[in-house]
């Protein structure tokens, strides 16, 4: 079935710093993903998303490009601040193709600190 | 525009207890999800609504859990008897249509722990 798996967590940096948290996926078809993020005490927001390969989906300084080729949609931000601490799910969605609603991976958690 | 609205946000019982969330999605909004997060964990799809028609509901323990979304607006997601193995956050999400390409839009959460 389809599946995403996520780099292990916690992540820790320093301001400033740049982040990657890698995000990988398998799908029998052809998805549509998502990155969420969930702050302390928060429900799950939407960062970004991209629904076709190559597509860039971009939100507050965060980037993440669908690459098909790899399977991949890693996220990326230059510069982080302490605000961005959180935990970010990557998910993917094949609606209508035997895998109705989201499937998610299992959350990177990340501290930023000062 | 309000978001995704549930309640109660944390709930506490004993096992072998009946417990019921409910969830009020996104004026507009046709499709409604439940989802199931365990701690460490990413969320899990129990149940999808079209409107009031659930369309899959492969992933929901039929034994114990129950769901409904009548008049294809507001929604209850129902456990009875509670297993101590249910102790998770449920959640409750909408999207405006059911397509790959559609964004779900979470609430906060209920939090249930079972003693």
């Known amino acids: 079935g389809d599946s995403v798996t996520q780099m292990e967590g916690p992540v820790t940096l320093s301001e400033e710093a740049f982040l990657t948290i890698n995000c990988t996926y398998t799908a029998t078809g052809y998805p549509s993903l998502f990155w969420y993020v969930q702050y302390p005490g928060e429900g799950l927001q939407l960062l970004l998303k991209?629904?076709?390969?190559?597509d860039k989906g971009s939100n507050k300084g965060f980037e993440a490009t669908y690459r098909k080729e790899t399977t991949s949609f890693h996220l990326e931000k230059g510069s982080v601040q302490v605000s961005d601490s959180a935990v970010y799910f990557c998910?993917?969605?094949?609606?209508?193709?035997?895998?109705?609603?989201?499937?998610f991976g299992k959350g990177t958690h990340l501290i930023i600190q000062p | 525009e309000a978001g995704v609205v549930q309640s109660p946000r944390y709930k506490i019982i004993e096992k072998k207890q009946p417990v019921a969330f409910w969830c009020n999605p996104i004026s507009g909004h046709n499709t409604l999800y439940w989802y199931r997060q365990n701690l460490g964990q990413g969320p899990e799809l129990l149940i999808r609504?079209?409107?009031?028609?659930?369309?899959?509901d492969s992933q929901l323990p039929k034994d114990r859990f129950s769901a409904e979304r009548l008049k294809g607006v507001d929604s209850t997601l129902k456990i009875q008897p509670a297993e101590l193995g249910d102790s998770a956050v449920y959640l409750c999400?909408?999207?405006f249509g059911g397509g790959r390409t559609d964004t779900q839009y979470f609430g906060p959460g209920t939090r249930l722990t079972v003693l």
């Open positions: 609504y079209e409107n009031e028609e659930a369309v899959d």
């Open positions: 991209a629904t076709k390969a190559d």
């Open positions: 998910a993917l969605s094949f609606i209508g193709g035997g895998a109705d609603g989201l499937t």
């Open positions: 999400a909408s999207s």
